[in-house]
């Protein structure tokens, strides 16, 4: 009769373990995709259904880049992507943007962590307040391995 009672009290910690990571792994990702720092970010709201349903860091990449035209023009990509006429790191999650504001997405880096993980380094580096020649030259040091720069050398 005592092995049953010990055999539910097993079963009672390992059940109050497991629903305590899984209640922590949902805390931390929820925290991740929301805590941004003082980054400029466009609304999640506004972003196409893609986006919406791609990866916390793919959104978090898609919301930064469209709110940080001026930085993400300065960055290269080095996935490959000129070939397909991408000027920039931004190139990768924006085709155009008309005089109105409406912006036309480009889907590419739904797909692609090269320029995924350049946009987040750029995040990190930016919170870190490093200066964008210092950001520009971590991206062309780090990503220059996996092919050539869309962008000419500055």
């Known amino acids: 009769m005592y092995f049953p009672q010990k055999k539910l009290l ?8 497991l629903l305590s990571s899984v209640l922590t792994g949902c805390s931390s990702s929820a925290s991740a ?10 609304p999640m709201d506004k972003m196409p259904a893609g986006v919406k349903s791609a990866p916390a860091t793919v959104q978090q990449a898609y ?7 001026d930085v993400m023009k300065q960055i290269p990509c080095y996935c490959g992507c ?3 006429g991408h000027t920039s790191n931004y190139s990768c999650y924006v085709k155009s943007v008309e005089g109105s504001g409406a912006i036309t997405y ?14 987040q380094d750029v995040m ?8 964008i020649q210092e950001i520009r030259a971590y991206v062309d040091t780090t990503y220059a391995k996996y092919g050539p720069s869309n962008m000419s050398s500055k």
């Open 106 to 119: 480009d889907d590419h880096a739904l797909g692609c962590s090269i320029c995924v993980d350049i946009t």
């Open 63 to 69: 919301q930064f880049a469209v709110a940080n035209p």
């Open 10 to 17: 097993f079963t009672a910690i390992a059940l109050v373990l």
């Open 82 to 84: 000129g070939g397909i």
């Open 124 to 131: 990190r580096l930016l919170k870190e307040n490093k200066p």
């Open 33 to 42: 995709s929301s805590n941004n720092g003082s980054l400029a970010m466009a």
